[in-house]
Structure formats: C-alpha cells, structure tokens
C-alpha cells in the first residue's frame, strides 16, 4: 500500500480523480459553531442535506457509500460518520471505513480530512495509522488469504493489492502536518513488522528467526546489532534466562539492537527489554491445552522492540540514543527441563528459587536487566506479556505500567494518552514483595495467586534498582482472541511517542510527500 499527501480544500475535493472520495461527517449536534470552511461548496451543501434529511446520523464508524454523485470527480464517495470528532472516535470510524473499503477492490481512495475535525496533525496521524492498521494482511502461512489477480474491481479495473491512499487537507505545508505525516509513516511501519512477527506461528517465529530480523534492521547504517547464543550467555553468567531455555531443542538468542541518531553521540541511551518468549507451554508446571495456541503471542514484548527500531530506521531521530535487549527462547517440557524446587542463580548473582516453571518470563528478564546496567541508561523499559492477572485487573484497553521513578511513569502515561496506546500506573509497595520469600534461594519466582501482575513486577524491581525503570505488562493489550485473533502491535505507538518526546528536534530526514510503504517480510 502507499500513503500519500495531498492539499485539497473541501470544493477542490470535487474535481479530485478518485475510485472513492472518503469524507469525515460530524453529528449536527457537535457542529455547534459554523464550520470555517467550504461551507458553500456542493460538497458540504449536500452533506448537509443528506444529515438534515436524517438518512444519515455520523455516529463513529457508520459510513453510507453512495454511486456518483453530481459534480463528483471520484467515481464513489463514502460520508463517514465520526461523532464529534474526537481522536478515539476518528481512529474507529477509519479503521471501520478501511475494514470494508479492503474487500471493495478500489485501487485509489482520497480521505478528505475536514478542518473541522481538529486537530488536524493529530486526525492525520491517526488516520494513517487506523487505515494501515486495517490493510494489514496476514499471509505468510495463508497465501490464500491474498486478493487473487482475477478478482477484478469493476471501479478501478485492477485488484486490491496494491493500494494507494491520499491524505487530502487544506494545508500540507505547515511543520505540525509535515511531522505528524513522517511519524504515522515511520510508525505504521513499526506497528505492521511488531504485528507481523505476533501473528506468525511459534514454529515460523523461533528465537533464532528474531534474531535475524534483528540483523536485518542492523543493515541500517544508524543501527548496530549483536545476537548471542548459548555459549557466550553462558559465559555472561546469565544463569536464569539459561534455565528457561534448557528445556527445548531451539537454541536461544540474545539480540542486542543499539539505534544512535546523528547528534546523540554522547547521549545517555532509553534501553528497551523485550520479553521473547516465542512459545509458553508452562514449561513442567504445564498449562491446560485449551487457547494454549495463543502463547505463540508471548515474544509480542520482543516484536515491540523491534518493531520500535523499524520506526526509528524509517523516521532517522538525530537526537534519540535507543538500545533494545531481547532475550529469546521457548518455555518447553523435556527431560532436560526447570523443575519446581530448582534453584538458580541469576547473573545478578542473586539466587531464585523456581516454584513454578510457568512464571519464566520474569526469569528470562531478569538477567537482561541486570545487563542493562553496562550502557548507563538513562531509563530502562521492559515489555512483557507477564501476567494473566494483568489481563484480570486492566482487561484488553490498557497496558500495566509499574515504575520506581515517578517521573519516567509520567511520561509513559501522557505517552499512552496522546498517542491512544494507553495504560494505567500499578503500585509497588515493599509489602508485596513479602510474598516472594523463599527458604531456599534470595528469591521465589512465584507468590501466591493475589495481586499476581504486582508480585511479578515487584521480583523485576530488585533487578532495577540502580536505574529508573518502567515495566509494561501487555499480556491483555498485545493481542485480540476470538474471530479476531491477532496481534496489536501495542505498544510500538505509546513507546515511540514516549520517545519522540524526548527528542527536542525534528526527524533528520522529513518523509518527502510522497512515501511509499515496504512490506515488512
Ligand atoms: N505468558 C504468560 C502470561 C500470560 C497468560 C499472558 C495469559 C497472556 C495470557 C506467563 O508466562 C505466565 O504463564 N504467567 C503465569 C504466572 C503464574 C505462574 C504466577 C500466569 O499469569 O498464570
Ligand atoms: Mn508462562
Ligand atoms: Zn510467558
């Protein structure tokens, strides 16, 4: 697909050649001031007309599509509905419009983003992103899910497969559109190779094919990447991520990613861990088979980190310094397999007593953070489908965020807002800790079942106590069950925004007004 930018104002819209003119339409009751432009154009008179003719009321995500209408240059137009125009409303109509519009076979669609809907760097990025979000196709292992050659739309005459979006508002030119436009890009791209490597099978997806991913991102002349295996986390002393891996015939990885813009060369780094658990069985505490299929979705920590680095290699931050840690490996059963009572010892140096196999994501975690501490970070932000009592506390909207410094957890939360990949701060008393005592080790990996998403950050945080640390418990926001089973690609949006925050400038390279999207394969 290939996103575009284009200045059109409402009348200029009219003469605009497209398969399909898409335009936002407000409920009457939230157009209470007069709206600032184009109000004579025949497009909003007949706009107007159909909403006061009540056919159509513009509650978010309702769209009426209609055959050429006079005056229209477009071959069909969509009015869609987007309430009053608030962010979380505009990203669900277009997501909707965009999940059908998929299956029409247009080749050339205009979404006319209207003045009205303000603000406006704000509605295009997250239009851009909505739109992407719903083209995005899964077929590395369902070629049949491609839209074959044959099925030729009537409109455009050619078929779906490649796409080509225009992004039409009154000005482009201004450095708000300009930077919200190469951000969406870089974004999307981000979002689409984190959701990707989500979805892919735990036996198309092993440690050792993230690792390559990696590699391939460290083409990147900004980029630099280092993966490990055995022997050298071994010789790193990485006893604990070690156990968890010994169960299972992969080999386990341990990929460093290290993005240095071009003025940050003293810069002290935000190091990422991503949790890269490709397959969870439990391990000997083995989980019940039913959804089981669903911890394939356990290294969506992982695919956040690299899909933060696509972003950063597509948009160039000159003032970002981004190290990302991934320890990566499978949760298995065999002979060789953790057993509940064993003991071992991190490369903290801190003992842990194992007392269930299936809590090994804290396990693989703990002695990267132990190895973040060689970069003298800044911040340090771990990802990780951690707990099912996350899922059980914040459900599917908002990630878990648990952090020891204040203000880090600020920023990560106005991130989640302003970018709409929210979370929600967790406590982290020492009494909670209590409930990781063990006779035999420094540390239990387990306590009992209450507060079981706290008790799990509070056995990452005697690992992070010589820096600030986040901790992001995404185990109900990284993927969808159900007849939508899949991954988000959360939380690549709220991590980069949290980035680009602290990035005083702007991009290094602007995206040109024309860029065009690879695929992420
Ligand atoms: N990967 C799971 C967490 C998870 C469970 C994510 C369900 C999404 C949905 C993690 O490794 C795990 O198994 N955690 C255990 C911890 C328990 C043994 C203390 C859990 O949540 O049940
Ligand atoms: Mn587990
Ligand atoms: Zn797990």
């Not at 878990?400 to 990560?412: I, K, P, Q």
């Not at 706290?454 to 993927?479: C, E, P, S, Y």
């Amino acid at each position: 697909m290939n996103f575009d930018l284009k200045t059109l104002t409402h009348s200029g819209a009219l003469s605009h050649k497209s398969d399909l003119l898409v335009v936002l339409q407000k409920t009457i009751a939230s157009k209470a001031s007069p709206q600032k432009s184009s109000s004579t154009s025949v497009l909003s008179q007949y706009l107007s007309t159909l909403q006061k003719e009540e056919d159509f009321d513009a509650k978010p995500g309702k769209n009426l599509l209609l055959l050429k209408p006079e005056h229209l240059a477009a071959k069909r137009l969509m009015v869609l509905g987007v309430g009053e125009g608030k962010p979380a409303q505009i990203r669900k109509s277009v997501l909707s419009a965009f999940k059908s519009i998929k299956s029409l076979g247009y080749k050339e669609i205009t979404l006319l983003l209207e003045e009205s809907v303000a603000p406006l760097d704000q509605a295009l990025k997250l239009s851009i992103l909505a739109a992407s979000d719903a083209l995005y196709l899964y077929t590395k292992t369902k070629p049949s899910a491609k839209p074959s050659k044959e099925s030729k739309s009537k409109v455009s005459g050619t078929s779906a497969t490649d796409l080509s979006v225009t992004f039409a508002l009154p000005d482009t030119k201004s450095a708000a559109i300009k930077t919200a436009f190469s951000q969406a890009l870089a974004l999307s791209e981000g979002i689409e190779l984190a959701k990707e490597w989500g979805n892919r099978p735990a036996n198309h997806a092993t440690p050792t094919h993230l690792g390559n991913v990696a590699l391939n991102l460290g083409k990147h002349p900004d980029i630099k990447v280092n993966v490990m295996g055995p022997k050298e986390v071994e010789k790193l002393g990485m006893g604990s991520f070690l156990s968890v891996a010994q169960g299972s015939a992969e080999p386990l990885r341990f990929i460093t990613l290290e993005y240095r813009g071009a003025r940050a060369k003293t810069a002290a780094p935000t190091v990422l861990v991503g949790k890269g658990i490709t397959f969870d069985t439990g391990g000997i505490s083995l989980k019940p088979g039913a959804g089981m299929d669903e911890m394939k979705f356990d290294m969506c920590g992982a695919a956040s980190v690299l899909g933060v680095f696509k972003s950063l290699s597509v948009l160039r931050p000159a003032d970002l310094h981004v190290v990302g840690l991934i320890p990566t490996c499978e949760n298995m059963p065999d002979g060789l397999a953790l057993k509940p009572g064993d003991v071992v010892t991190s490369m903290s140096g801190q003992t842990i007593e194992i007392l269930n196999t299936d809590a090994e994501g804290r396990l693989i975690l703990c002695d990267a953070l132990t190895y973040a501490k060689r970069f003298k970070p800044k911040a340090v932000i771990d990802i990780a489908t951690l707990t099912g009592a996350c899922v059980i506390a914040l459900g599917h909207l908002r990630s878990g965020l648990f952090s020891n410094n204040d203000e880090l957890a600020h920023a990560l939360e106005k991130a989640g807002e302003s970018s709409l990949d929210t979370c929600w701060r967790m406590p982290l008393d020492d009494e909670y800790a209590e409930a990781l005592k063990s006779n035999f080790a420094d540390v239990a990996n387990v306590g009992d079942r209450s507060a079981g998403s706290v008790t799990a950050a509070k056995f990452l945080q005697r690992f992070a106590n010589d820096f600030a640390w986040a901790h992001l418990d995404i185990a109900g926001t990284a993927w969808n069950s159900g007849a939508a089973k899949g991954s988000t690609g959360r939380p690549v949006g709220l991590l980069m925004e949290y980035l680009l925050n602290h990035s005083q400038n702007t991009p290094k390279s602007q995206a040109s007004a024309k860029a065009s999207k690879s695929a992420s394969q």
